[in-house]
């Protein structure tokens, strides 16, 4: 009787066994990113892992996935190392007053629909982008554009209210200034959302299969050249750890650090991965600085005072996280921006790895160490809530190692792991005294994160709180119009000398893009974002 | 038998009208504006009073929240939820196709999930103290205690990595729900069965066993008679598991990358896309209901006794 019952289970249990391993001759590869040990003939494709969907790619609006827009999308010009450089458009020129760009585009440019790629289709994208300017503030170029016109069959002119000096520099972003057939609006517009994806990009977007996998095949009549790298898929991966298996297995080949600078492996699994033979591992330049942001304007939180955020300033162990948490992969900073972004080489007063004068500095404050290990000052302790990001691996480490320091000088911080999206509520909000945060990168450093100081829903609450706050914005307003380079660059000193003496940003990695590769891949290169990847230069030897 | 099922469901009409009446309460007793939550949602980068204002006028909620509350009624009656705040398409266009992928990974592990509860009920009933009992209680009890995302993350790497036999994810294909459902039943089956035991266990001393092997019935028959007479209790729990997995697939979703209701629905409510966050707790609401009918319906069938309560 009994025996029937174990036979049926052994049975359900040897069945599950044997269907599962009758299919593991027949590879079921999702992207076709088979191993590369086999070495005979190198695949032409990546797949890459990523948190999230590639969402809405319209690129008028933002929801989109960057990485993905960028190989889609092109702007007329674009950011790099050693300065503004040409793209869809071959040269421009600017009037003596400053207010009107000429553009003179690309003659060989079609859509990725075939339709022709010229002053006409700029000039309709661009009104299409102004039409919904109330989502487009950020960039403050779409307040100053006054008109567009097209002058020739390839050539625009675009007249402004006022002199704008970083108006090449956001013409360059990946969006909203980027193009997109004409024949895929709606209505004539773009703002309500786009018929079909169609760019000029070396990759056109194939399939996609919402939540699951998307895939780019390389654009045959890019006008630099079709892109070697065929295919490209993106596959929703949301759990780091089916990531690193993934990898490991080969279902996908190629990872890096998403748009909230965060990487779904560790460091740690990027190193077993690399060793393993079959990866390589590689890093860009410091893009961005992590930080922890300080809400000066919490008035009924010690974090309102100069003097404690100072005191955190001087307790963080910027070398060990480098070290401990980074391996060596982040570099400590010192300041807001590090010295090779635009602007912010500027003589600031070092505030090191000092607990002794963290302590005077609070000692001298009034908040004083009568019994227990906190210390008190009218009567309430010097307590205060730091805010993590749950998804990322290192925030949690980096504040737990926060956390035992500042308790040396007598300091509590609580640690609260949140989503992302709850982080950015609070940081609109005010909802909050100390949270992770980065700087917008490379291409955007430091004019739209310096924009952002003012703004209700960035770091309004960090900033408001402070002494000089109405100076601090007024600079800001000012430096975004000033014309001549040297007014400018007094500007930037002081704002920078501003938010630096406040200590409202409190500095701790320079961050870099990290690429995990098949170990094949070469010309694997970055951009001046964060965000996107040039993957139409990467090919397999 | 018919008057009693139009009861039982004439009785859930008003369940759901509470609950999802409570569902749109509750949503918008949240600190952040929500017109601001969507545009978040929607990463524009700079948020300004304008933009909320419109973005609020835009989506009718600056409109009283009885009006809002009345309008969603009349129009999800007519099975239209709307559309999602963040993206604008159909809330039906995005839940339909995540809610049909969770349902089949539902279907498919609750059938797994009855199967093994019985087998293991039963055997473990049969065998009472016995060593097979014990081991088997002992390492289900070792399987349930796992968190899903580990014990998940550990099958990953022994049967896709190491063997490659299976996919580490996604759903591609019929062998992408092997591991799924395998997670799932361990740690439903491994409470389920329990209750299959203990039910059994119970009816084991009832005078009608003793009877029967008395007589010199068949065991086999009476291990049927007794399964049957157990199953009340185990209906009620199993017609449960469905809404319950339809609601708790979220970790499991999460490693496998499954494209599910889990992933969506988290994004809903960070977002706070309110159509999507409302239907989605009308259909799970819908089902607990459902469900609950259709067992207390099986168990009236197996017991007439319990027809005339209501």
């Known amino acids: 009787m009994s025996k029937t019952w174990s036979t049926g289970l052994i049975a359900f249990i040897v069945s599950i066994v044997v269907l599962a391993g009758c299919s593991s001759g027949g590879k079921e590869g999702t992207g076709g990113a088979s191993d590369s040990g086999g070495g005979a003939d190198p695949v032409q494709e990546l797949v890459y892992a990523s948190a999230k969907d590639i969402n809405d790619m319209n690129p008028h609006l933002y929801p989109g996935s960057m990485p993905a827009q960028g190989i889609v999308y092109e702007s007329l010009v674009e950011n790099t190392k050693d300065g ?53 503030t950020w960039i403050k170029l779409s307040a100053k554009i006054k008109e567009v016109t097209a002058a020739g069959e390839h050539t625009v002119e675009l007249k402004l209210t006022e002199p704008y000096y970083p108006a090449l520099v956001e013409m360059s972003m ?106 390589q591992v590689v890093r860009s330049e410091p893009m961005n600085t992590k930080m922890i942001v300080a809400n000066s304007s919490r008035a009924d939180s010690p974090v309102s005072e100069t003097a404690v955020r100072e005191a955190i300033w001087h307790a963080v162990d910027r070398e060990t996280i480098s070290k401990s948490i980074f391996s060596g992969t982040e570099t400590a900073a010192e300041t807001l921006f590090s010295s090779n972004v635009n602007y912010a080489d500027v003589k600031l007063e070092h505030r090191s790895y000092d607990l002794d004068a963290a302590r005077k500095l609070l000692e001298d404050a009034g908040w004083s160490l009568e019994s227990g290990e906190v210390r008190t000052k009218a009567g309430s302790p010097l307590s205060m809530k730091l805010y993590y990001d749950v998804n990322s691996s290192s925030q949690k480490t980096q504040a737990e190692l926060i956390q035992s320091t500042v308790k040396k000088i007598g300091m509590q911080l609580e640690l609260i792991g949140e989503e992302s999206s709850s982080i950015a509520n609070r940081r609109s909000t005010g909802d909050y005294d100390l949270l992770f945060n980065q700087t917008w990168g490379l291409a955007y450093d430091p004019q739209s994160t310096i924009a952002a100081f003012a703004s209700e829903t960035s770091y309004y609450h960090t900033t408001s709180g402070i002494a000089r706050a109405e100076e601090l914005y007024r600079k800001i307003d000012e430096v975004m119009v000033s014309r001549d380079e040297a007014s400018r660059q007094a500007l930037y000193a002081d704002i920078l000398t501003i938010v630096h003496e406040e200590a409202v940003f409190i500095p701790l990695t320079n961050g870099s893009v990290t690429v995990v590769a098949p170990a094949g891949l070469q010309g694997i290169a970055f951009k001046q974002t964060q965000f996107e990847l040039p993957f139409e230069r990467m090919y397999f030897e | 038998m018919g008057g009693y099922i139009v009861r039982r469901s004439l009785l859930s009409i008003p369940l759901l009208l509470v609950i999802s009446f409570l569902t749109f309460a509750l949503s918008h007793l949240s600190p952040l504006d929500p017109a601001e939550a969507v545009l978040q949602a929607q990463g ?37 939820f709307g559309s999602s705040y963040v993206t604008g398409k159909p809330v039906w266009s995005l839940l339909g196709p995540a809610f ?34 014990k081991s088997v209680r002992g390492v289900s009890f070792l399987l349930t205690a796992m968190p899903s995302y ?9 049967f896709s990595v190491k063997l490659d036999w299976l996919p580490t994810s996604g759903m591609d294909s019929y062998l992408s729900y092997v591991l799924p459902v395998i997670v799932l039943t361990i740690n439903y089956a491994g409470i389920y069965f329990r209750v299959v035991r203990s039910s059994m266990l119970s009816q084991l001393n009832e005078d009608y066993v003793l009877y029967g092997r008395a007589c010199g019935l068949p065991e086999r028959n009476i291990t049927m008679r007794l399964l049957r007479n157990s199953m009340q209790v185990a209906v009620s729990v199993f017609g449960m598991a469905i809404p319950i997995l339809l609601g708790s697939t979220v970790v499991v979703e999460n490693v496998f990358a499954w494209p599910g209701l889990g992933t969506l629905t988290v994004n809903a409510i960070l977002g706070r896309d309110f159509p999507i966050i409302q239907a989605y707790v009308l259909i799970l609401a819908a089902a607990f209901v459902l469900f609950n009918t259709v067992s207390d319906v099986i168990n009236a069938a197996l017991n007439p006794k319990l027809r005339k309560e209501l």
Not at chain 2, 55 to 71: H, I, S, W
Not at chain 2, 101 to 128: D, H, Y
């Open chain 1, 174 to 279: 990946t969006r909203p200034f980027v193009f997109i057939s004409p024949k895929d609006f709606i209505g004539g517009e773009t703002k309500d959302g786009v018929s079909g994806y169609h760019g000029t990009g070396p990759y056109k977007l194939a399939e996609h299969k919402t939540e699951q996998y998307a895939v780019f095949e390389a654009n045959e009549h890019y006008w630099g050249g079709a892109p070697k790298i065929r295919k490209i898929t993106s596959k929703v991966l949301p759990a780091g750890e089916t990531t690193y298996l993934a990898l490991q297995k080969g279902e996908v080949n190629f990872v890096f650090t998403d748009d909230r600078g965060a990487d779904s492996i560790d460091v740690e699994a990027m190193n077993q991965l690399a060793s393993s033979g079959k990866y």
């Open chain 2, 100 to 133: 049909a992928n969770t349902l089949k990974l539902t279907l498919i592990s609750v059938v797994a999930i009855i199967v093994m509860s019985i087998a293991l009920g039963v055997l473990c009933a049969l065998r009472e103290g016995k060593w097979t009992d």
């Open chain 1, 84 to 136: 503004i450089r040409p793209l869809l458009a071959e040269s421009w020129d600017i009037s003596e007053d400053g207010t009107v760009y000429t553009f003179h585009l690309r003659k060989d440019v079609t859509f990725h629909d075939g339709e022709p790629f010229n002053a006409e289709a700029v000039k309709l994208n661009i009104e299409a982008v102004l039409r919904n300017a109330e989502k487009h």
């Open chain 2, 44 to 80: 524009v980068p700079r948020i300004t009073e304008e933009l909320i204002a419109a973005t609020k006028a835009e989506l009718g909620m600056d409109r009283p929240f009885l009006v809002r509350y009345a309008d969603w009624l009349v129009s999800s009656l007519k099975l239209d």
């Open chain 2, 150 to 158: 580990w014990l998940a993350a550990l099958l990953i790497w022994y």
